[in-house]
């Protein structure tokens, strides 16, 4: 089903292109078709300082982003997959422009040549498995002391009549929940609110180690934290899932040197006090004498590297022998960051439904250009077709339902609600995701629970007393079920069950 939307929605788009006169939408729509065939496009956001960049240097596994205030920090960068190391500088007003670059402790750092405010973005090619998947796009804190700076965000991913968001996807970064993170979220979905938002926003509890004082319980508490925050219907409506991630914790444990683990090898096996001296703040881990025989340079490397709690984790890991080698440790540090968790959300949320939200760019980009001219007669036919695709393909109607869902304008049970929420594919598009089955699940368990699933719900739908919002849901519900089903089918007979 989804290959046929993207060919409907291309073939509007080529249509619209024919037939509208005007070289600027034309161009739009060129963009738009463009789109189609490029990885999805998921931009990471966040307040200044949240942590932006570390996430996405873990999230890529390579050192990539600078994390100081640098002039670059203060553009929109775009990573992309390339065949080799590449900087395109694109400018407010002209061409785009290779420039060169350097790598400082790993970090692209590019020589603009030019002041910042003539630089529209920066493009890095990036030869990366991970970035094949999606596009990660790096902007500038939101809320930051210069407005300037804070408007590049909201300008690259905010929606209105005259633009399409450039983001398919977002990553928000939290640290405390603000009324301006709720503002922020509610401009970038724009006014697809009105008409019932996409599930294309992940939150992302960030710097999670440092929530809980950075003891060795600190992910624990952090996750508490994000079940809180996921509870609170004002973000659950704009960011249905809030993941707690550790970005120092995931960027070093894809990225961790023998020399870094010998270091901490060598703290772990000093004598107990000396550790627990060592390890008692931060300040004190970098202090110019130690009983430890690891010299005050490489502690503060060790620091900027990992955090005091993934110090504190690392040691204790090694100590109790948990871990032996550099390499138990990568595994140990990146499965406790929460990255693994979050790379599990993404692909869920977002590269399951890369069809549908990049389908909704590329409508999106059409309304832009037909709203100027809905007079016109000749944008009729291409208006009404596009409203077809929205309202024909269940892609479409199912994220429409789960805005409403979480916005809390379907009657209904907890538990129904609960269990629409999840066949919609607001936990993941798979059939296990929708079922609540466990990722590994045999097509014939999977089976059984979506003809149990499809039965429920065709009971809720048929039901006299059943609301009449609820009715209309339940058979949108069912045609999940269905879907489920007729997916399962072709993946042939399977009749084991566990």
């Excluded at 809030?242 to 960027?251: E, Q």
């Amino acid at each position: 089903m989804t290959d046929e939307l993207l060919r409907r929605v291309r073939n509007l788009l080529n249509r619209a292109h024919h037939e509208l006169p005007d070289p600027a939408a034309r161009q739009v729509l060129a963009e738009a078709l463009g789109r189609l065939d490029e990885p999805l496009r998921v931009a990471i956001a966040g307040k200044l300082k949240a942590g932006k960049s570390t996430l996405l240097n873990a999230m890529v596994g390579e050192e990539l982003a600078p994390t100081d205030a640098g002039e670059c920090t203060r553009i929109v960068t775009w990573y992309r997959d390339g065949p080799s190391y590449r900087v395109l500088l694109h400018l407010v007003d002209g061409p785009p422009e290779q420039r060169p670059f350097d790598r400082v402790s790993g970090a692209v750092r590019v020589d603009l040549g030019r002041p910042v405010e003539e630089v529209r973005q920066l493009t890095v090619e990036v030869p990366s498995r991970r970035l094949r998947e999606h596009t990660l796009i790096d902007t500038p804190g939101i809320a930051s002391l210069s407005t300037e700076v804070s408007l590049r965000t909201q300008m690259f991913l905010a929606a209105d009549e005259e633009r399409v968001a450039e983001a398919d996807a977002v990553v928000y970064l939290l640290r405390h929940m603000h009324g301006s993170d709720l503002r922020f979220l509610e401009s970038f979905h724009g006014d697809e609110l009105a008409r019932g938002s996409p599930v294309n926003a992940v939150g992302v509890l960030s710097r999670a180690d440092e929530i809980g004082d950075c003891r060795l319980d600190a992910m624990e508490v952090a996750a508490r934290v994000a079940d809180r925050y996921q509870s609170d219907e004002r973000l659950r409506r704009l960011c249905p899932i809030v993941v707690p991630v550790a970005g120092l914790l995931g960027a070093a444990g894809a990225t961790l040197r023998e020399d870094e683990f010998q270091a901490l090898a060598t703290i772990a096996g000093s004598p107990l006090d000396d550790v627990l001296e060592l390890l008692l703040t931060a300040d004190r881990f970098v202090g110019p004498t130690s009983a430890v025989p690891v010299d005050g340079p490489a502690r503060r490397r060790l620091l900027a590297r990992l955090g005091l709690f993934g110090v504190r984790l690392s040691v204790q890991l090694i100590r109790e022998g948990t871990v032996r080698d550099a390499g138990d440790l990568v595994r140990e540090l990146s499965g406790r960051s929460g990255l693994d968790r979050l790379r599990e959300v993404l692909a869920a949320q977002f590269l399951g439904r890369a069809r549908v939200l990049k389908a909704r760019s590329a409508l999106a980009a059409l309304d832009t250009v037909v709203r100027s001219r809905r007079a016109d007669s000749g944008t009729a036919g291409l208006i009404a077709e596009a409203e077809e695709i929205r309202a024909g393909f269940h892609e479409f109607v199912e994220v429409r339902l789960l805005h409403l869902l979480r916005s809390g304008r379907l009657p209904g049970r907890p538990d129904q609600l609960a269990e629409m929420d999840r066949l919609l594919g607001g936990a993941g598009a798979a059939a296990a995701d929708r079922l609540g089955l466990a990722a590994d699940a045999v097509p014939g368990r999977l089976a059984v629970a979506a003809e149990a699933a499809l039965a429920r719900w065709q009971r809720v739908a048929e039901h006299p007393l059943s609301a009449r919002e609820l009715r209309t849901a339940a058979r949108a519900t069912v045609r999940s079920c269905e879907g489920i089903l007729a997916g399962l089918h072709r993946r042939g007979p399977d009749p084991a069950t566990r």
